[in-house]
């Protein structure tokens, strides 16, 4: 496996792959790598010749209170991982080459509605910052697909709506999210939970359960919503949100409204802030 960090040398690589007629996977990530960030490089793999994968920790999706200087920067373990999984060349910039001018000099995308709600309401700007990055990067790749976990099922629906607003030519598909034995959804950011903890972690994936059920049963949505908030805060949890949208445009459902759901998550556990989600379907 290739690694480069300038983006001269990754588009002469990749302009060699295209004289070749080779299709091209891109896996963007910030680092930290765990199983579910692999088994999207397989995914790549397996639906393109080539596959390229990124290590870039975007300070423009960081809020002020958020974690950005202590996020974990693991690039040497990252490597291993992303060879052994079929990565063919990593890319892993400096924030000079992604944000010529600084970060906070950066021109920025907004993508309206989809970031108004959920994760965008509690952490203004995000979204801005992850569009902006990965239609950076995407400029940069010029990828034939680009493979995102559902774990952050927003962002995957932010960016599959700024590809197609902005006729981007890539095709933005989804791997399933993977999980630990008890349910909890693999995040870089389980390593903060403490050993206490991270039993109770499970909680999360079991309220979503629980949530797709009561709805199958004909539970109104607002009552499932909140028994799921107050299930979390007697486990320890602080809630951010438990709610049931549309998982087209995470628009809130009619009542009576069934199929095509997503339950979605964010809770904080100690220090530690945790979101998941459960499509109904």
């Known amino acids: 496996m290739q690694t480069l960090q300038d983006a001269a040398g990754l588009r002469a690589t990749i302009r060699g792959w295209r004289t070749q007629g080779h299709t091209v996977g891109f896996v963007p990530t910030m680092g930290n790598l765990h199983t579910g960030h692999h088994s999207l490089v397989k995914l790549a793999r397996a639906r393109a010749d080539r596959v390229v994968a990124s290590v870039f920790v975007n300070p423009t999706q960081f809020g002020p209170n958020e974690d950005f200087e202590r996020y974990p920067r693991t690039l040497a373990q990252d490597q291993v991982g992303l060879a052994e999984s079929g990565c063919d060349l990593l890319f892993a910039p400096d924030v000079g080459t992604l944000y010529p001018f600084g970060a906070d ?5 907004h993508v309206p509605e989809l970031t108004d709600t959920l994760e965008g309401a509690h952490r203004p700007g995000h979204f801005d910052g992850v569009a902006t990055v990965v239609c950076k ?25 700024m590809v197609r607003d902005l006729s981007l ?17 693999l995040s870089s950011r389980n390593q903060y939970l403490s050993a206490s903890e991270r ?50 445009d995470l628009a809130e459902p009619a009542d009576g409204e069934r199929e095509g759901l997503v339950a979605l998550i964010a809770a904080r556990l100690g220090t530690t802030r945790l979101i998941d989600n459960l499509l109904f379907d």
């Not at 890539?170 to 909890?184: C, E, F």
């Not at 539970?219 to 709610?243: I, M, N, T």
Request: charged share 25%; glycine share 6%.
């Open 137 to 161: 990067l995407f400029n940069l790749v010029q990828p034939d697909i680009a493979i995102f976990g559902q774990k952050d099922f927003q962002q995957l629906k932010v960016i599959e709506r």
């Open 105 to 109: 000099k950066s021109v920025s995308l």
């Open 199 to 248: 039993p109770t972690a499970a909680l999360i994936y079991e309220t979503l359960r629980q949530m797709r059920d009561l709805i199958a049963k004909g539970h109104a949505r607002k009552v499932v919503e909140q028994a799921a908030a107050s299930k979390l805060e007697r486990a320890g949890f602080v809630p951010d949100y438990a709610a049931i949208r549309r998982a087209e």
């Open 169 to 185: 030519p890539v095709k933005v598909m989804s791997g399933p999210t993977q999980r630990a034995d008890d349910g909890l959804a």
